[in-house]
T-cell receptor, first 113, second 114 residues
Framework: EPEVTQTPSHQVTQMGQEVILRCVPI?????FYWYRQILGQKVEFLVS????????KSEIFDDQFSVERPDGSNFTLKIRSTKLEDSAMYFC???????????FGPGTRLLVL | AQSVTQPDIHITVSEGASLELRCNYS??????LFWYVQSPGQGLQLLLK??????LVQGIKGFEAEFKRSQSSFNLRKPSVHWSDAAEYFC????????????FGQGTELSVKP
């Protein structure tokens, strides 16, 4: 089971500010995924990223969102101009050995005021 | 469209009693199916998965799930619940023709009475 860390664990920001959420898998991965969970709701897919390109994205993942692999290991999710409704827990996930199973990081709780 | 339904929002069982959490999915092909557990304020931990083969799969913490194609179901079971099993349980289907995304159900919150 791959280990995944996410930073920060919590972030509070003002509406309209940019935030960058980071995901650090312990081993190299070509695939990674971002999901979000609004408080009390189900986990929703945002985007999948393979070999430095977006392979699939949801309707939630609009122009305000972007993903990068800035240094070959970390993966980032950027929200350019946060809105109140972006307040949620954001999870990254990476596949296991067989690629079919996703293992989740502990999440970043984002609060937009 | 693909979807996952967990009909029970909240279930309460007594410690030591058996448990069954329901999950139904809608997907045109043979699905990859998963159960994850989430403790309060925590991330998602994989309990078990089904890809193919034996329709009864065993997972961690004494959980098992049975895939029934005819009913489009993947119910999670445990013969004897422990107080530490109190958490939120999510069923998910993996769409590997769509970038590998997981579609989650709404979740079932499990409470355990002493």
């Amino acid at each position: 089971e791959p280990e995944v860390t996410q930073t920060p664990s919590h972030q509070v920001t003002q509406m309209g500010q940019e935030v960058i959420l980071r995901c650090v898998p312990i081993s190299n991965h070509l695939y990674f995924y971002w999901y979000r969970q609004i408080l009390g709701q189900k986990v929703e897919f945002l985007v999948s990223f393979y070999n430095n390109e977006i392979s699939e994205k949801s309707e939630i993942f609009d122009d305000q969102f972007s993903v990068e692999r800035p240094d070959g290991s970390n993966f980032t999710l950027k929200i350019r101009s946060t809105k109140l409704e972006d307040s949620a827990m954001y999870f990254c996930a990476v596949p296991g050995q067989g690629q079919e199973t996703q293992y989740f990081g502990p999440g970043t709780r984002l609060l937009v005021l | 469209a693909q979807s996952v339904t967990q009909p029970d929002i909240h279930i309460t069982v007594s410690e030591g009693a058996s448990l069954e959490l329901r999950c139904n999915y809608s997907y045109g092909a043979t699905p990859y199916l998963f159960w994850y557990v989430q403790s309060p304020g925590q991330g998602l931990q994989l309990l078990l998965k089904y890809f193919s083969g034996d329709t009864l799969v065993q997972g961690i913490k004494g959980f098992e799930a049975e895939f029934k194609r005819s009913q489009s179901s993947f119910n999670l079971r445990k013969p004897s619940v422990h107080w530490s099993d109190a958490a939120e349980y999510f069923c998910a289907v993996g769409l590997y023709n769509q970038g590998g995304k997981l579609i989650f159900g709404q979740g079932t919150e499990l409470s355990v009475k002493p």
